[in-house]
């Protein structure tokens, strides 16, 4: 009530001052008229009179154009406009009405012209300067020295934010920007001062509180330089919200946010055949499997925009199943979802669940895959991540299924862990059933993914949250990165590209050292490497290779239609011999041999004891550079 009150107040406010503005315009056109002297009595009689007109009419003006439409708090250039027109109008409707009643009798000519003019001004000059005001008022604060990166439009935004803001919590000085057009212009009367480049200098020269980076639509590298030039600063900085999400509309662009790994890591937004997808994938019952983890989770949440007839989770994790079933049903409330608790490695759960909903296409996405945790448990991994996915693909084709695909890992790529090994046999039996099945079998691998459940960056956090140190194997260490939305929408850009037993690769990039990855997050944190956190080289661990493959060497690389997804032909194998080592491994499986499983493995998967061999090599090596350092 007390708002709309004020809003009335305001609005009768700017009527009054209007209305009070046509009487002094109109008198001070004649007395202009007349050099600022002494008005004769008839012109002055005849100014009165006609005032009884020109009034009411350009009041009515007013209010036709729309005068009070806008706040002045607000006024722009469409307010400008609506006010020159209703002037234009009022002007000329009453010079016209006055010539009709009085022939313009003892008005002088010229008083028209000027009543316009000196209307025009006093309409708009206090709107203007009310605005002004009110933009500048931070200036009279207390508010932090604040620099900003981008004097683009997100920089034009920010900045309009920070100076209507009432809180005053920051006063814009300056901006920087590396388009040379830029240098010396002004933006909303704060000057562009300089290049990125500028910033260390210019933070001492203005005494800068903090920095705000103003480029939602950045890519990594161009974070990277930013942030690194900002660091030398050694003052806070925060940044705008990232471009999908101002667009999106959930966001404002003066929300501002620490800089995360993901900003400096992240990559260009993927561009996806959307309507080819909602094609394959529309009105289709869509199994997940795996659904509660990372990449099956976010897979759930990408499907479940696409309108499938029906989606269906299995994961054996309670928790994570129950988290993504409340997720998905309170922003999807139309969407028929089907959760079921159980194992890839249940036969008869998993024919119950194909004979209940006939899935047409099938995401496996359930896997084990912590790399030193599976080294000393191959019957665990062999179990799950070979023989579920034997599993699930028999009875996807048994079912009559269109397409299954297989979640790979660049792990299986020359494996030197049980990890990878039991994913490179997962990839050949999925890669050599294709041929044997009319259900399509597609392969989809790809490096480690932003803030997935069990990488390292989680692990970072933490450590660096206590205080350090932070571990890293060997500073030679490299990974591929791409983020879990990107990864899942290329997993379904695969199934438009895929005829079947292909494995599709996807482009990860340039490899980031995890040493760099480890001092970037400390620092983002506002802490400095080797001083307030320390960063500890451990070696390698069980399984672990300092450089990761995409593709095996044998593996004929070809591009697709897509930039994006890269296609590696599989090498065939024996399908009756490929089979009898499945059957082997199922029984070394129940009878816990793994010394058995370990030769198994070896037939399966040959590469793998070479890539194991070299992973030694190189830990005794990285050892030896840890010892040095």
């Not at 390292?456 to 350090?468: D, E, M, N, S, Y």
């Not at 990761?548 to 997804?565: G, M, N, S």
Request: net charge positive.
């Amino acid at each position: 009530m007390g708002r709309l009150r004020s809003v009335i107040f305001s609005r009768a406010a700017a009527v009054l001052h209007d209305l009070l503005m046509i009487p002094a315009a109109w008198l001070l056109a004649y007395w202009l008229r007349f050099n600022l002297g002494q008005i004769p009595d008839p012109f002055q009689q005849a100014a009165l009179e006609y005032l009884l007109i020109v009034m009411p009419l350009q009041a009515a003006v007013f209010y036709f154009f729309g005068l009070y439409r806008g706040v002045w708090r607000f006024a722009s250039i469409p307010d400008l406009f609506r006010i020159l027109k209703s002037v234009a109008f009022g002007v000329g409707s009453s010079v016209a009405i006055l010539f009709l009643l009085y022939r313009l009798d003892h008005m002088p000519r010229s008083v028209p012209a000027l009543y316009g003019l000196l209307l025009l001004f006093l309409l708009a000059g206090p709107r203007f300067l009310y605005r002004w005001y009110k933009d500048r008022h931070i200036s009279l604060r207390s508010g932090k020295r604040v620099l900003i990166v981008g004097a683009g439009q997100a920089g034009e935004m920010l900045v309009r934010d920070l100076l209507r803001s009432v809180l005053g919590e920051f006063r814009p000085i300056a901006f920087v920007d590396d388009k040379p057009r830029r240098l010396g212009q002004e933006i909303h009367g704060v000057p562009i001062m300089g290049r990125v480049e500028d910033v260390p200098a210019l933070v001492v020269k203005l005494e800068i509180d903090i920095i705000l980076l103003a480029i939602p639509s950045a890519n990594n590298r161009k974070m990277r330089r930013i942030v690194e030039i900002c660091e030398r600063a050694d003052v806070p900085f925060r940044s705008v919200p990232q471009l999908q999400d101002l667009m999106s509309g959930n966001v404002r662009i003066n929300e501002l946010r620490k800089v995360s790994i993901e900003d400096l890591l992240g990559r260009d937004p993927v561009s996806l055949d959307w309507p080819a997808i909602r094609r394959k994938l529309a009105q289709k019952t869509v199994l997940i499997t795996g659904g509660g983890g990372s990449i099956g989770s976010e897979l759930c949440r990408q499907l479940a925009q696409l309108n499938p007839n029906r989606l269906v989770i299995l994961d054996h994790s309670e928790f994570n199943l129950y988290q993504i079933q409340m997720e998905l049903v309170h922003k999807f409330p139309e969407l028929e979802l089907q959760c079921h608790l159980g194992d890839v490695t249940d036969r008869p759960c998993v024919e119950d669940i194909f004979m209940r909903h006939h899935p047409e296409v099938v995401f496996h996405a359930a896997a084990y895959k912590h790399v030193p945790m599976l080294e000393p448990q191959i019957r665990q991994a062999m179990h799950n991540n070979v023989l579920g996915t034997r599993n699930v693909a028999e009875i996807a084709d048994k079912a009559g299924c269109g397409i299954f695909v297989l979640v790979s890992t660049d792990k299986a790529v020359n494996p030197a862990n049980v990890m990878g090994a039991s994913k490179r046999a997962a990839e050949i039996f999925c890669q050599n059933f294709d041929a044997n099945s009319k259900t399509r079998f597609i392969t989809v691998r790809f490096g480690n993914v932003l803030g997935s459940a069990g990488s390292v960056i989680p692990l970072f956090r933490k450590q660096i949250a206590a205080g350090g140190p932070v571990t890293v194997t060997d500073p030679r260490m490299e990974r591929f990165f791409m983020t879990i939305p990107e990864a899942c929408q290329l997993i379904m850009q695969t199934v438009v590209l895929g005829k079947g037993g292909e494995i599709f690769v996807l482009d990860m990039g340039e490899p980031v050292k995890i040493n760099y990855l480890a001092e970037q997050m400390i620092r983002l944190s506002g802490k400095t490497p080797g001083e307030d956190v320390r960063i500890e080289y451990i070696g390698l661990r069980p399984g672990e290779k300092l450089f990761e493959e995409l593709f095996h060497e044998k593996e004929r690389l070809e591009t697709t239609a897509h930039e994006k997804v890269l296609l590696a032909r599989h090498r065939k194998v024996n399908w009756e011999a490929l089979n009898k080592s499945l059957d082997e491994i199922e029984t070394a499986c129940r009878t816990m041999d793994t010394k058995v499983l370990k030769e198994l493995l070896f037939l399966l998967v040959p590469e793998h004891d070479q890539a194991a061999d070299t992973a030694l090599a190189d830990k005794s090596d990285s050892k030896v550079i840890y010892l040095k350092s």
